[in-house]
């Protein structure tokens, strides 16, 4: 059987480039192309060390993690003790994925499996068509899948810490639900100055029905749509408001009797507020239906809870 060594130990060199590559933007770290450059050389050696007489050497756990021990060090530098074990533990984690995820996708599109009385019998020859093609095609797929993956990990774990529980009484109702606190939200009441948080009108069609709150939604509370007049109308308040694809400048938003919010623990109450009826959903997989403004968490809590 003929291997080709430079042809594997191109293959090679590429896929610790990327391995490397999806380590720093796990880590979100910076990283110097001339360092990944050495780095992933000193990778793919192994290689060419791999038919040498100290082959066997690379066989044995404590060599393996020696030499993958250097392969950071050349990439990554050296800053501090957990920096250094922080980004090796990386390389590993993202190296066993993907190769994890290839070996499915292997397991997956092999039809067949010699067994004997022993056990399974693998394959004389390595190299064949499909294992050629799952790392030439396969891996720059399982890494671009990984690293949206960790992307979209990283955003819902961000807007995890950004939940907030919250409670909204209006009248002698409460609504319990989930809020976003959205730094970005910096929507106020033009004459009361109050902020307004954002609420999805679903939440209110469930107590004062879907005329009620569509009438409030359309600013129709006049009784020109045919809806009856609801104590909830007096508290309407219009607030300017502009949003992508939205026709009408103004939000028609409702005065609460108090809004209490729990977030990292502490316990806010304020009656300073105003809540938007938005018609659509805030959260399309429905991880929140308000979106709060950061003035609502801002300042002394009005309880510490342990």
Same mark, same amino acid.
């Given at each position: 059987m003929t291997l080709y060594l430079d042809v594997i130990w191109v293959l090679n060199y590429l896929i610790d480039y990327l391995l490397l590559l999806l380590t720093a933007l796990v880590l979100k770290r910076r990283h110097s192309k001339i360092r990944f450059t050495f780095g992933a050389f000193v990778a793919s050696l192994i290689v060419f060390l791999m038919f040498t007489p100290i082959g066997e050497w690379f066989y044995h756990p404590v060599t393996k993690l020696l030499y993958s021990a250097l392969i950071v060090f050349v990439a990554f530098g050296y800053k501090r003790f957990t920096y250094y074990i922080q980004g090796l533990l990386m390389f590993y984690f993202v190296t066993f994925m993907t190769g994890g995820a290839l070996f499915a996708l292997h397991f997956f599109w092999q039809s067949e499996l010699p067994i004997s009385s022993e056990g399974?019998?693998?394959?004389?020859?390595? /190299? %064949?068509?499909?294992?050629? +093609?799952?790392?030439?095609? #396969? !891996?720059?797929?399982?890494?671009?899948?990984? $690293?949206?993956? !960790?992307?979209?990990?990283?955003?819902?774990? !961000?807007?995890?810490?950004?939940?907030?529980?919250?409670?909204?009484?209006? #009248?002698?109702?409460?609504?319990?639900? $989930?809020?976003?606190?959205?730094? @970005?939200?910096?929507? %106020?009441?033009?004459? *009361? $100055?109050?902020?307004? +948080?954002? +609420?999805?009108?679903?939440?209110?069609?469930?107590?004062? /029905?879907?005329?009620?709150?569509?009438?409030?939604?359309?600013?129709? *509370?006049? #009784?020109?749509?045919?809806?009856?007049?609801?104590?909830?109308?007096?508290?309407?308040?219009?607030?300017? !408001?502009?949003?992508? @694809?939205?026709?009408?400048?103004?939000?028609?938003?409702? $005065?609460?009797?108090?809004? *209490?919010?729990?977030?990292?623990?502490?316990?806010?109450? *304020?009656?300073?507020?105003?809540? #938007?009826?938005?018609?659509?959903?805030? %959260?399309?997989? /429905?991880?929140?239906?308000?979106?709060?403004h950061p003035k609502q968490v801002l300042g002394a809590p009005s309880e510490q809870l342990a």
């Open positions: 399974l019998i693998p394959h004389a020859s390595i /190299g %064949s068509p499909i294992s050629w +093609m799952l790392v030439v095609f #396969g !891996f720059p797929l399982v890494w671009y899948f990984s $690293k949206h993956r !960790f992307e979209t990990i990283e955003v819902k774990s !961000f807007n995890l810490h950004q939940l907030a529980e919250v409670e909204v009484a209006i #009248g002698e109702h409460i609504f319990h639900l $989930k809020g976003l606190i959205d730094s @970005g939200n910096q929507l %106020s009441d033009p004459i *009361t $100055k109050a902020p307004v +948080m954002i +609420m999805q009108a679903n939440q209110l069609e469930e107590v004062f /029905g879907q005329d009620v709150v569509r009438a409030i939604i359309q600013l129709e *509370t006049d #009784g020109s749509s045919g809806t009856k007049r609801h104590w909830l109308f007096d508290r309407l308040r219009i607030v300017p !408001f502009r949003a992508v @694809g939205q026709a009408n400048p103004y939000l028609p938003a409702i $005065k609460p009797d108090q809004v *209490t919010i729990i977030h990292q623990n502490q316990r806010f109450k *304020t009656s300073q507020v105003l809540i #938007g009826v938005q018609a659509i959903d805030l %959260s399309p997989e /429905g991880a929140y239906q308000a979106i709060l």
